[in-house]
């Protein structure tokens, strides 16, 4: 069952670090969004990538946050100089083509010390 | 206005109950609305989606879309323990459109 696929399913990071979240679609799949979940919201989106394409990144922060999803490999969400605040639960999700439905990953917990 | 909007509940009712969940949305330009369930600590799970008004049907989930007063509901029928989640309800659009959430009612159901 090739569902999406997230690592690391947790990651501490200290203030200031650098956080990197991989992303794996679903087979078949070549639509990737991302999502933040912060405790007592909902789910926000971020940012929408196909193959060497940002389509949409309406949702991201403009500074700090940066994403790409290359030819080969994983989507990858970047977090320079990780803050308190970027604590939180991240969703990758993705579609087929033309697909409206959006399938999700287990999340990556991001605990910013 | 938010556009989407969840009772965050929590909501309990005891095993077998018939259970509604509701949402309200402020923009028509949508055109899709799902609901996913989401246990503690893991990923969203699809449970439903529809495209236009009226019922769609699956299993003991039926999930409703009214436009006219945009209003979106789902119903568990003989509901489970199984079923103690969070319920998320969003809307979309076309291939490719972020979808927008609402930030999910907490259902507990008790044997």
């Not at chain 1, 956080?19 to 070549?30: E, N, T, V």
């Not at chain 1, 909902?42 to 403009?62: A, C, H, R, T, W």
């Not at chain 2, 909007?5 to 402020?26: K, R």
Request: proline fraction near 5%; hydrophobic fraction near 30%.
């Amino acid at each position: 069952n090739a569902g999406v696929m997230q690592n690391p399913r947790h990651l501490v990071r200290r203030r200031g670090q650098e956080a990197r979240l991989r992303c794996s679609p679903m087979k078949g799949h070549s639509h990737v969004y991302w999502y933040r979940q912060l405790p007592e919201e909902g789910l926000k989106f971020m940012v929408y990538l196909q193959k060497e394409n940002i389509i949409d990144e309406s949702g991201m922060p403009k500074e700090r946050f940066s994403a790409e999803f290359p030819k080969e490999g994983p989507s990858i969400l970047r977090i320079q100089q990780v803050v308190r605040g970027d604590s939180a639960a991240y969703f990758c999700a993705s579609s087929r083509e033309g697909g409206e439905t959006q399938y999700f990953g287990p999340g990556t917990r991001l605990l910013v010390l | 206005q938010k556009e989407v909007e969840q009772d965050p509940g929590p909501l309990s009712v005891p095993e077998g109950a018939i259970v509604s969940l509701n949402c309200t949305y402020s923009n028509s330009a949508f055109q899709y609305f799902m609901w996913y369930r989401q246990y503690s600590r893991k990923g969203p799970e699809l449970l439903m989606y529809t495209y236009s008004s009226g019922n769609k049907e699956d299993g003991r989930f039926t999930a409703q879309v009214d436009k006219s007063s945009k209003y979106i509901s789902l119903f568990i029928r003989d509901s489970q323990p199984s079923d103690s989640a969070t319920y998320l309800c969003a809307k979309g659009g076309q291939a490719g459109t972020a979808l927008i959430f609402g930030k999910g009612t907490t259902l507990s159901v008790s044997s």
